[in-house]
Nanobody, 127 residues
Framework: QVQLVESGGGSVQAGGSLRLSCAVS????????MGWFRQAPGKEREGVAG??????SYDDSVKGRFTISQYNAKNTLYLQMNGLKPEDTATYYC??????????????????????WGQGTQVTVSS
């Protein structure tokens, strides 16, 4: 069992920044993906960023603006979000799942299956 607890959501104006955190506890296999997904009202959940060790992958919609990282000593996953846009408004979920490498990309968003989810944290960006 893996437990994931997100924090750090909130409301900001366009161009602002937020940092999301995800506290990870419980058993994790030696190889796994972790990442962030988001779901806007009326839309399907989509992958935003994935990470394995120090290797990261991003969806094109956030590349250059978002940074995923993890601090293993504290079992914490982060998502630094800069240059936020109104279209980034969504509930953001931390996820843990199968290990996937495709074409040199580790844990590419939307290409691996999450087995565990956090409860979600709301991010609202106003114009």
């Amino acid at each position: 069992q893996v437990q994931l607890v997100e924090s750090g959501g909130g409301s900001v104006q366009a161009g602002g920044s937020l940092r999301l955190s995800c506290a990870v506890s419980g058993y994790t296999p030696s190889r796994y993906c972790m990442g962030w997904f988001r779901q806007a009202p009326g839309k399907e959940r989509e992958g935003v960023a994935g990470i394995y060790s120090a290797m990261t992958s991003y969806d094109d919609s956030v590349k250059g603006r978002f940074t995923i990282s993890q601090y293993n000593a504290k079992n914490t996953l982060y998502l630094q979000m800069n240059g936020l846009k109104p279209e980034d408004t969504a509930t953001y979920y931390c996820a843990h799942g199968q290990y996937v490498v495709l074409g040199g990309d580790y844990c590419p968003p939307n290409r691996w299956v999450a087995g565990y989810w956090g409860q979600g944290t709301q991010v609202t960006v106003s114009s």
